[in-house]
């Protein structure tokens, strides 16, 4: 009976699933009737989504809204060169039915938010958080304990990388710990820094992300324990690893009742709110071009300023507390990153150290500058 519900060339595929005690027919089949929602595309989501592919699992949905860019290509293995440009949920999905003809890929092409997270999780067996920034971890989870949903979760930061399984139904009927257990309030705004400020080494989503794709394999195939209650760290320049134990508080389930601003939860300050101004890339180019008198600062760090700029002066986010001297105050000065993010953040330090009142933050950065330059 299992057999017809396999092809010939999906029994020829999972041979090696097959062949495992505990695993077989039984198992592969619970992978092929299964759903994951992998959030995010990036590093952990590129070894996610060939791994969970390659093991058959039925129907992978994809949540992703950005791009590829060159500097995604240390790490994000399902990329190439001749896909920089490109919307990674439309690359990878054609990726991993080039992999797996027998899957289903559903594409997300916008970001998880309280709007539509509950909508488009509520359909899938498993969410796989490879999300890289601290309000989507935080929507992801509550959608999931509000959903009654497993999140398979990993972080990676330079060296380190961390994994668990969240939210993981037990024999009781109850739920085993989730996210605000391990972390019940967020860091403050800055104080970790992101991938792109503090780097991460180019194996190590790999790494975690292949773990990740083991435990929801694991969860949707009924085998061996998962990572439930329990955080695994991971260090790959010591090389060496450790379990903590996570234990369950019973109010951090209880204050769940719905999806909140997490944004401001997690106290990054709305656009409309930031004390800010900002400049488009359209208005950028006119002053460049009518002579506009302005200084421009780029925030990122020296090796992507070498990669490519727009002219002006490199100083780096983590120094900019440091060259206040260097930025006058009388003039217009226009602050930018490669996306905004950082730019907005260096802005933000600024006016807490001194009196500007002619700060520009540009928006998009210099991707959206490059972009605006080939459309012309």
């Known amino acids: 009976m299992s057999e017809q519900l396999f092809s010939k060339e999906e029994l020829s595929r999972y041979a090696r699933h097959f062949s495992l005690p505990e695993f077989g027919m039984s198992a592969q089949q619970k992978l092929k009737t299964a759903s994951v929602l992998v959030v995010g595309a990036g590093g952990l989501g590129c070894p996610l989504l060939l791994y969970l592919a390659a093991a058959g699992v039925g129907k992978i949905g994809i949540v992703d809204f950005d791009k590829v860019d060159d500097s995604n290509l240390q790490r994000q293995v399902l990329y ?4 920089v440009g490109k919307y990674k949920v439309e690359v990878a999905r054609e990726r991993v039915v080039s992999l797996n003809p027998h899957i289903e890929v559903v594409l997300y092409k916008e970001a998880l938010s309280s709007r539509n997270a509950l909508d488009t999780i509520k359909d899938y067996d498993v969410v796989a958080d490879g999300t890289d920034n601290f309000p989507t971890r935080y929507l992801v989870n509550d959608a999931c304990v509000l959903l009654n949903k497993v999140n398979v979760y990993g972080s990676i930061f330079r060296f380190e990388g961390q994994v668990s399984v969240f939210n993981y139904p037990l024999p009781d009927g109850g739920r085993g710990p989730n996210y605000r257990d391990l972390f019940p309030e967020p860091p403050p705004p800055g104080l970790v820094p ?3 400020e503090g780097g991460v080494l180019g194996v190590l989503p ?3 992300g292949s773990m990740q794709a083991s435990e929801v394999i694991k969860v949707l195939a009924g085998v061996g324990e998962p990572l439930a209650g329990r955080l695994f760290l991971f260090d ?5 690893s450790r379990v903590l134990q996570i234990q369950k508080v019973s109010h951090t389930h209880a204050q769940i009742q719905g999806l909140i601003d997490y944004e401001e939860f997690c106290g990054i300050p709305k656009a409309e709110e ?4 900002r400049i488009n890339v359209e208005t950028f180019r006119r002053w460049q071009a009518s002579g506009e008198a302005f200084v421009l600062i780029d925030v990122r760090e020296p090796y992507e300023y070498e990669a490519g700029h727009m002219g002006g002066k490199n100083i780096p986010l983590g120094r900019i507390a440091d060259a206040i001297d260097q930025i006058p105050k009388d003039q217009k000065v226009v602050v930018h990153c490669r996306s905004g993010q950082r730019s907005a953040k260096a802005i933000k330090q600024l006016q807490e ?5 002619q700060l520009y933050n540009l928006e998009g950065g210099i991707q959206a500058w490059q972009s605006f330059e080939s459309s012309l």
């Not at 150290?353 to 009142?357: N, S």
């Open 80 to 83: 190439g060169v001749q896909d």
């Open 194 to 196: 992101s991938c792109a």
């Open 206 to 208: 790999g790494i975690i």
């Open 236 to 240: 790959a320049a010591a090389f060496t």
């Open 274 to 277: 930031a004390s800010y101004q």
């Open 353 to 357: 150290l001194a009196t500007f009142d």
